[in-house]
């Protein structure tokens, strides 16, 4: 029986690549151009879903812990254009089982799905090898009651080593407003250098 997998990108120039790069009988392709048609095509036959990063300007990490909660037995590639290290390490804690970069090749993708069609549902991949959920419990004492939702955001981009620059095209933002953001966390926060951000981020378990 073909695993049933289903493609979610906002670009029909994906859409069509990977199904005719892919086009086998062991796979049985459907696609989506937004995570609201996505929820119409799952179902508990889907296998994989091969899911862009940003979908109309959504951050479609987000909904992975959603659909990992609705179809226990679903699986997830992040499949996108950024190879970040805070994006493959934000993809893990959400629950994807691997993430690729688009500029894989068609025996990469390939070795993925077969990878990740092999390990039992609760395994997590990175892209090269397994990674294991974080046990710590983050507090939020200090970060909920004091920054808001994007200052939360990008406090944990630049604990994994983004510069303003990198931060401002994951997140679709000017440079200048990142680093707005910044100055404000260092004053929210009482700290006084990168370095200390970056420390409490990991001493408030955030990273």
Known sequence: MPHNIIIVDDHEVILNGIINMLEHDSFNFQTANTLSKLDLKLNKSTDIILLDVNIGKVNSIN?????????????????????SPALRREAAAAGAHAFLT?????????ETITEVLAKPVDNQLYQCGQL????????????E???????????KLV??????????EL?????????????????????????????????????
């Open 102 to 110: 688009k500029g894989a090749n068609k025996e990469k993708l390939l």
């Open 132 to 143: 294991k959920k974080k046990s710590v419990t983050p507090d939020f004492f200090m970060t």
């Open 63 to 83: 909904s992975i812990p959603d659909l990992r909660a609705r179809f226990p037995q679903l699986k997830i590639i992040l499949f996108t254009s950024y190879n």
């Open 159 to 168: 604990a994994h080593g983004n510069t303003s620059q990198q931060i401002a």
């Open 171 to 207: 997140l679709f933002v000017s440079k200048h407003t990142v680093q707005w953001h910044r100055k404000n966390i260092l004053a929210k926060l009482k700290l006084k250098s990168v370095a200390e951000m970056i420390q409490y981020a990991y001493e408030k378990g955030l990273v």
């Open 145 to 155: 009651g004091i920054l808001s939702d994007r200052q939360l955001e990008i406090l």
